[in-house]
């Protein structure tokens, strides 16, 4: 064969090899599912409709439990709303990077879901409450500096006609706040599927938070209840509305079969001081802000035709740290520099259909022991958008980097000094141990409950049962142990250390 056959040939194999590689990382990549992320903001458990506990019409989420994977005993990794959006970006307990509290925000060095699916191809966006950090362009807790191409952000909750920043600039909405969150998701949705591209989509809707302020039409589902809940249970249906847009849009682009659909909510109804409100926590003991199930058990579902082809119901416990390794399982991505320990499992077993009814790794929960940080969205983006408009440089309105790390210097002195302070929770499958903390005395009593035979947790047998209340508190203290070492920094690599 003479030298120019060979090159030939040569060029030929290599075209052949680059083409085959090609073609392996677009069937790659065209497996991939879409990712659909909708968050409720204070739902609680029983405020759907399919679970009959509550008035709420919410018949898009009843016809997405009647056809995908339904979990029942879905929890939020915290009894309020920053903490838990935090452990959905990140797989991990919220105490870790020093998301405390509401208003508390993410720590850079943490990975995101956002950045890592990223790293599988995806397009990212996020859309609504944001809470867990500044929208502003600049920030470095900002979704843009989280891994989002792509956001629609409130600072926290919003109502009608809301003001949104859009990738940094703020902009006027005009419609009811879920369904303007929607449209925005939606037609980056469009984008991702004309460009041929798989996307996350972090939905997190500004509703039910007080206050409550619904459309006419929505409120008069509800005309023979009080004001107060005619309001509210119509901000539900609106946002009930809203995930049927989402999903009609999908049916429309022909790609819903392979998307995944997860909904749930960020903690329970508003309370425990707050008990006259309406919001249903369907019969579960207490409200948001507490470690009791009504305080953190939500209502959950997942749709993916082409992985759940029927619908089933799920009754193994799992929460909300979960979402994070679910999705790198799925998208088989590994990330080079993941802070360890992650606190959630991947779900991908149950997706599949496991039968098993047990978790392998219990839950731990930390709460109650630093105050949050007052957020008022209208107000910091008006300030923002004045200074947009008159050139000025934007100013840091919150959660800067010196109070971030102000905030979790004074908890480590704390803890220091007072040892682990606050209530927690450990649940291990059907038994839930409380360490419940006694600010005035500072000291701990312990309560056990088996949430299967007692799901109101109405009869406490830690006196009844000492060695399973010896063998969990040891293991809950050793967690929380494990909780300040990543408070300190110690699970961050040489690159990325605070």
Known sequence: MSVTMRAFAFLAILCLSTNLQSSAAEQTQSALPNIVLCMADDQGWGDVGYYGKSVAKTPVLDEMASEGLRLDRFYSAAPVCSPTRGSVMTGRNPNRFGCFEWGNSLRPQEVTIAEALKQAGYTTGHFGKWHLGSVNADSDVSPGASGFDEWFSSPNFYDLDPLMSHNGRVVSTSGEGSEVTARAAIDFIRSCTQE???????????????????????????????????????????????????????????????????????????????????????????????????????????????????????????????????????????????????????????????????????????????????????????????????????????NDEADRHSRINDQLDEFAQRGLIGNAAWIDNRYKLHRRWNKKKDDFRYELYDLEADVAEAHDLASDMPDRVAAMKEQLEGWQESVVRSLKGEDYHETSAP
Do not use: C
């Open 196 to 398: 041929e591209q798989p996307f996350l989509a972090v939905i997190w809707f500004g509703s039910p938070h007080s206050p409550h302020v619904a459309l006419e039409k929505d409120r008069q589902l509800y005309a023979d209840l009080p004001k107060a809940a005619q309001h509210y249970y119509g901000e539900i249906t609106a946002m009930d509305r809203s995930v049927g847009m989402l999903r009609h849009e999908l049916r429309e682009l022909n790609v819903d079969d392979n998307t995944l659909f997860w909904y749930t909510s960020d903690n329970g109804p508003q309370g425990p001081k707050n008990r006259s409100r309406p919001g249903s926590s369907g019969g579960l003991r207490d409200r948001k802000s507490t470690l009791y199930e009504g305080g953190i058990r939500v209502p959950a579902i997942i749709q993916w035709p082409a992985r759940i082809p029927q619908h089933r119901v799920s009754s193994v416990p799992a929460n909300t740290s979960d979402i994070y390794p679910t999705l790198i399982d799925i998208a088989g991505v590994e990330i080079a520099a993941q802070p360890e320990p992650l606190d959630g499992i991947s779900l991908l077993p149950w997706i599949d259909g496991q039968t098993s009814s047990v978790r392998p790794k219990p839950m731990g929960f930390w709460a109650n022991f630093a105050s949050g940080q007052s957020m008022k969205s209208t107000r910091l983006l008006e300030v923002l958008g004045e200074q947009q408009s008159s050139g000025a440089k934007a100013q840091k309105l919150i």
